[in-house]
T-cell receptor, first 110, second 117 residues
Framework: RKEVEQDPGPFNVPEGATVAFNCTYS??????FFWYRQDCRKEPKLLMS???SGNEDGRFTAQLNRASQYISLLIRDSKLSDSATYLC???????????FGTGTQLKVEL | GAVVSQHPSWVICKSGTSVKIECRSL??????MFWYRQFPKQSLMLMAT?????????EQGVEKDKFLINHASLTLSTLTVTSAHPEDSSFYIC?????????????FGNGTRLTVT
């Protein structure tokens, strides 16, 4: 079973919409989670770290549900520049090693 | 600002030649760095863990003699793709954690796009 699983999308939403992605994880002992965004042909950039129940940064909110083993990312008032692939990841095998899935592709349209 | 610097950003080389990619941590020491590779429309795949002062740890299926990793200082790791072939054309990205904790996020270099002709 994969460490994390995400719906690959793409999700097409109009500008200004609120959109949420879910990410399920298999290891109930996972302590930390990260959301990265990756633009086409670019490196991943850290968007948010989640260590407890959730985190909020401006238009972005991450919620962690340990009972159901999923973490969500909510984007409010989406903008064209939010179009990217969003990667959910948690360290595996101890240390900082991160195993990535294919992520969820978001396309924000006019 | 950038936390991890990677050079070159892109390189085109002929089949059979070797290419060296540098990854530097800026303003912090990284005892461990990670090298990833990403093919078009695929996820990042971890190739190896670079350990300062010791041998790198390679993931299953990654040839250590083809992808040479050197981590000679606390701020520099290099990946050399030896005898490159067209199938090695890919996006190579290094990463490091600024914090020493086991649950700290990784910061990525800007990546190196390798094209082997």
């Amino acid at each position: 079973r994969k460490e994390v699983e995400q719906d690959p999308g793409p999700f097409n939403v109009p500008e200004g919409a609120t959109v949420a992605f879910n990410c399920t994880y298999s290891n109930s002992a996972s302590q930390s989670f990260f959301w990265y965004r990756q633009d086409c042909r670019k490196e991943p950039k850290l968007l948010m770290s989640v260590y407890s129940s959730g985190n909020e940064d401006g238009r972005f909110t991450a919620q962690l549900n340990r009972a159901s083993q999923y973490i969500s990312l909510l984007i409010r008032d989406s903008k064209l520049s939010d179009s990217a692939t969003y990667l959910c990841v948690t360290p595996t095998g101890g240390g900082n090693k991160l195993t990535f899935g294919t992520g969820t592709q978001l396309k924000v349209e006019l | 600002g950038a936390v991890v610097s990677q050079h070159p950003s892109w390189v085109i080389c002929k089949s059979g030649t070797s290419v060296k990619i540098e990854c530097r941590s800026l303003d912090f020491q990284a005892t461990t760095m990670f090298w990833y590779r990403q093919f078009p429309k695929q996820s990042l795949m971890l190739m190896a863990t670079s350990n300062e002062g010791s041998k790198a740890t390679y993931e299953q299926g990654v040839e250590k003699d083809k992808f040479l990793i050197n981590h000679a200082s606390l701020t520099l790791s290099t990946l050399t793709v030896t005898s490159a072939h067209p199938e090695d054309s890919s996006f190579y990205i290094c990463s490091a954690s600024r914090d020493r904790g086991n649950y700290s996020p990784l910061h990525f270099g800007n990546g190196t796009r390798l094209t082997v002709t």
